[in-house]
């Protein structure tokens, strides 16, 4: 009960503290988003007529900090991020909303798919020592997760999709494919997503072999372990049930920890690919000091890892009891 | 009854020539070490490598590779190998900066909090749990959109200010393992300060976690700097593997022919990357002698 | 066991790639009748609001859906064309005018379009400024309409050249439709009804699909049944739909064009035609730089062919110190002007000696003992400004200047530039459909402002009244003789006085294929601008535009 009560106050406090940066940031940078409106629409506006649209967009807006500040809070917890400056006039919730499937289904689903593979190998490398898995891919992941990712993605497209022409080259889906709940968008949508999510799948799973593998080992040279061989259970039986459920334990918070940085790892994933989600998003919030949607999507990582951690946490209270009454 | 007394002696890994013996033994250690090598003498000398300026324009543009330029020239006509060994001065810098800094953060931070206990180790795991939820590759886009030119200054700082969380939590609770072990027993019994508990007793146990610390900063260091560089929020007059793959990029070196000078630059910052993970990867074994490759096939 | 199990879940897998694969390749492309695709990075996701008065989203609206009084053509020197309106003419020493509201042309929507819908226009520009993005109210006293068919404008002064903006660049729309909407500035116009030759038929954030109006007032155009407009967010998805075919109307900064695009095709055509010029813009309040001298070496000393050559592949002509853009407008430039400053590093060096300055350990120093060295502010995200700056402080160095480049973020660079804090900064005005535009921009100092404050145009700072009377004059003539004698005057100040030194000339960025499209601007026939980015220059394109064959 106190672990709760001390995971929930971590949560919190947190949560606070990553609100208020969040608030405190874009107004302590030098930089005055007037001047970046007058940037964004250089040649399309005379200059004489830029002072009006800057009340327009309500960006000249002289509150004071402390009442900016409470305003900002309240209108968070109502829902109310404000209108972006870059996809103006519409609200920020909803460009969001719009973006944030197609993060979620490309860097959500790999980085699921990362882990279940990855998790897979490492246990199985490590009961095969000595083995194929165990001698040589380790090291052949050390080393493509070493890869620069957006190195990787150009080269994958200019090889796969532009010289040898299996894949498509950028997008979400094809120009003449009509959006819907149709069989030809749902597979065009597929098939442009297959090269960023193997690019995404090599960098990636190399982590999850490597810490795996090492938990299975520690976890194999324990005592009960043995006990259950010497009892005689089926091998898989034994790496399953025994080995494979405490070795993964530690991987749980890592797990939780990196689905929620999928956004933050998707920035550069949807800028190589032309991908419309939400990481790109934050590129051009950022390239055009749209405060309201920067903010909006800071708020959302920080929420995703949070609760991701509390998830993780409570797994791992419920699958170790150890954890749950010491400390 | 061998493997007893070998266990025996890795209880206390002593720093030194053990530990230089212990990488020389194993091959991916090895192999990690002479490629860090091979960077840190590209760093250190590239004059005496690098046949030509690395910023003079004055060959034949997109030239292909040959004997007089090694990966051809750039859309600029400058010579891409001589890029290639002046650039790794940066990356290496910044690699070498934020691991130093992130580590003694980490150390610091995490090691205290564990031995010092109580209200101070809330506090201190408090503002680690914290810093480790911010994410920091929007954190330094932000910073660095803002920045005049996000430079070297401005990642180093960002990056090891935000990066040594995650090695604290992981010194924390190894310190945290070790706080009631006789050896640490008997100092405190001896009446030692605090200071030098945690520095002569408890630091050198930990050798291991620190260099894996000092090591995944650094390769996270390089490759988001890569990163930044690539998506145009670096310095682009600066000479470094990221601005040489930015400056491919917005020439379409991939395909309109000079294809070394897109690849080249991700190979180096590949194998740094991998050295630095390779290293990593052996230090568990040196340290963890159940990850070693078993030398025969047979099990007890 | 598991084994099968596991292998099992790898064919189950496999069956549905294929299945997937199977099914994109055919279902995906559906279009019937003749199309054209744009690629155009407007490094944005679309968000399906056309207001035309929005500056984020007037481009994918004006010119295709919308349309204008009088169509502008900035190749031709201003050519006009009548367009809703039917015809025009100046009075009362050129402060009033009186457009003719042609007849028969219908909204989209099936309603007849009328003056009263060029009236409501304009009144609701002036109701809400922030709609007013060419700040056409800035010289207009009133709107009023005189008649069925005929609307008067009357101008606070005389000030001709914003017939470009009233008629050519101010998109009319609907009275039945925008009398209702309560706030017209945040008015998303998912739906637009226009008199333009297309309709808005579909939206998502990835692509916006036009179709043909069947009502258009021209009569039997346009002939292209259907525009896609797809959005990229990064330059190489663009380009790639541009090479692979995808795409047949291209408005791209493609690197190495030839070997990228048009080795890829014999039907691959580019063409790059300059309407204003990049510059080198000099703080003239800095005390070094108020030094005639240091200027005119600058000049001399900038070798614009190599930097044209280097920075932008040679796409952008070399400039020359008129900023008088040529080919377009070559007819503007004095020939007593012509080719003055071209390259001659040696001419440089002897201009900084004979005014008294002194060469030590490589840089220049003046009478003072000061060094000439100097930082330049450029925009870090435009790599291939980036590149050019690179190429004149190797130049500038060589003759013993000292340049520094600072390449900033957009709007750090932006911020300097306005408030006048900077030496020397890389930049480009907006121009316009002649070279006064231009020279206005520069040289007028009402539109400049005193170092801190900003300043919309004229960012260098320059003042002269003698000049500012001739841009007055300039304003108040619709004499093509007395426009031509003051754009030499002006060109001579910018050839004595070198305020600004013009680099290279900036171009329209313009691909097209003719595999099965036909009727493309070219430099023999060049009707309207031709980059895709351009309004309303695209609808005028769109409507010469036909299937081959």
Known sequence: MRFVVRRLVFFVITLWAAVTANFLIPRLMPGDPALAMMARYRGRVNPQALHSLEIAFGVNNHQGLVAAYFAYLGNILRGHFGVSLTFFPEQVSHEVFQALPWTIALVGVTTVLAFVFGTLIGLLGAWRRGGMLDSALPPIFVITSAFPYFWLALISIWLFAIKLDWFPASGGYDVTTKEGWTWAFASDAVRHSILPALTILLTSIGAWILTMRNNTISVLSEDYVRMARAKGLSPWRVMWTYAGRNAILPNLTGFAMSLGFVVSGAILVEFVYNYPGVGWMFLQSVENQDYALMQALFLMIIICVLTAILIADAATAILDPRTRDSR | MSAVTATIRQVRPRPGFGALRAVLGNRKALVGSVLLALFVVLAAVPGWIAPYDPTAEIFQPALGPSSQHYFGTTAYGQDVYSQLVWGTRQSLLIAFAVGGLATVLAVLIGVSAAYLGGLSDGVLSLVTDVILVIPIFPLVIVLAAYEKNAGFTTLVVVLGAFGWSYGARQLRSQTLSMRNRDFLQAARVRGERKLYVIVYEILPTMTSLIVATFLGAALYAVLTAAGLQFVGLGDPNSLSWGTMLYWAENNEALGAGMVWWAIMPGVCVALLGAAFALLNYAFDEVSNPALRKPRKVTRG | ?549
């Open chain 3, 1 to 549: 066991m598991r084994r099968t199990r596991i292998s099992l879940l790898l064919l189950a897998v496999v069956v549905l790639a294929a299945a997937t694969w199977a099914g994109a390749s055919t279902g995906a492309k559906a279009a019937s009748g003749s199309s054209v695709t744009i690629s155009n990075e407007s490094g944005t996701t679309w968000t399906c609001g056309f207001n035309p008065y929005n500056p984020s989203v007037s481009y994918l609206a004006f010119g295709t859906v919308y349309e204008e009084l009088v169509f502008v053509n900035a190749l031709q020197s201003a050519k006009a064309t009548p367009w809703l309106a039917s015809a025009y003419a100046w009075s009362n020493g050129n402060k009033t005018l009186t457009f003719t509201i042609r007849n028969g042309v219908k909204w989209s929507d099936g309603q007849p379009f009328t003056a009263a819908d060029v009236l409501f226009s304009f009144q609701l520009l002036k109701k809400h400024p922030a709609l007013d993005i060419n700040a056409d109210w800035s010289v207009l006293k009133s709107v009023a309409q005189k008649g069925s068919n005929k609307v008067v404008f009357t101008f606070k002064t005389s000030a001709v050249p914003y017939f470009y903006y009233i008629a050519g660049q101010t998109p009319i729309v609907a009275k039945h439709v925008w009398s209702s909407i309560a706030n017209p500035v945040t008015y998303n116009d998912a739906h637009p009804v226009g008199t333009g030759p297309y309709t808005m038929s579909s939206c998502s954030p990835q692509v916006i699909d036009y179709q043909r109006n069947a009502g258009y007032w021209q009569k039997g155009l346009p002939k292209i049944d259907t525009l896609y407009y797809p959005s990229f967010t990064s330059n190489d998805p663009a380009n790639q739909e541009l090479a692979d075919d995808q795409a047949q109307w291209g408005s791209q900064f493609i690197p190495n064009i030839k070997g990228y695009y048009l080795s890829k095709s014999p039907d691959h055509h580019m063409w790059f035609p300059p309407v204003a010029n990049v510059s080198m813009f000099i703080n003239l309040k800095d005390p070094q730089l108020s030094a005639l001298p240091v200027r005119q070496a600058m000049a001399y000393a900038i070798d614009r062919a190599r930097v044209s050559q280097i920075g932008e592949y040679g796409y952008e002509p070399p400039s020359n110190q008129t900023s008088i853009v040529s080919p377009t407008y070559k007819s503007w430039i004095p020939k007593s002007l012509a080719g003055t400053y071209s390259y001659n590093p040696a001419k440089a060096k002897q201009i900084l000696t004979s005014a008294g300055y002194t060469m030590s350990g490589g840089v220049f120093h003046d009478p003072s003992g000061k060094a000439l060295s100097f930082t330049i502010v450029n925009i870090g995200g435009y790599s291939d400004w980036v590149a050019s700056v690179q190429v004149i402080a190797q130049e500038l160095k060589s003759i013993g200047i000292k340049l520094t480049p600072e390449n900033l973020s957009s709007t750090t660079y932006d911020a300097d530039l306005y408030n006048g804090k900077y030496q020397l900064a890389y930049g480009a005005e907006t121009g316009g459909p002649a070279p006064y535009y231009e020279l206005r921009q520069m040289l007028y100092s009402k539109n400049s402002a005193p170092i801190g404050k900003p300043a919309s145009s004229n960012w260098e700072r320059y003042s002269n009244a003698q000049v500012d009377a001739w841009i007055d004059q300039y304003g108040a003539t619709t004499s093509s003789a007395v426009q031509h004698s003051i754009v030499a005057k002006l060109a001579g100040i910018m050839t004595s006085q070198v305020p600004v030194i013009p680099i290279t000339e900036q171009v329209d960025w313009y691909q097209y294929s003719t595999k099965t499209i036909t009727g493309w601007a070219t430099p023999q026939n060049p009707f309207a601008q031709p980059a895709a980015y351009n309004t309303p220059d695209i609808g005028v394109m769109l409507l010469h535009l036909r299937p081959k064959g």
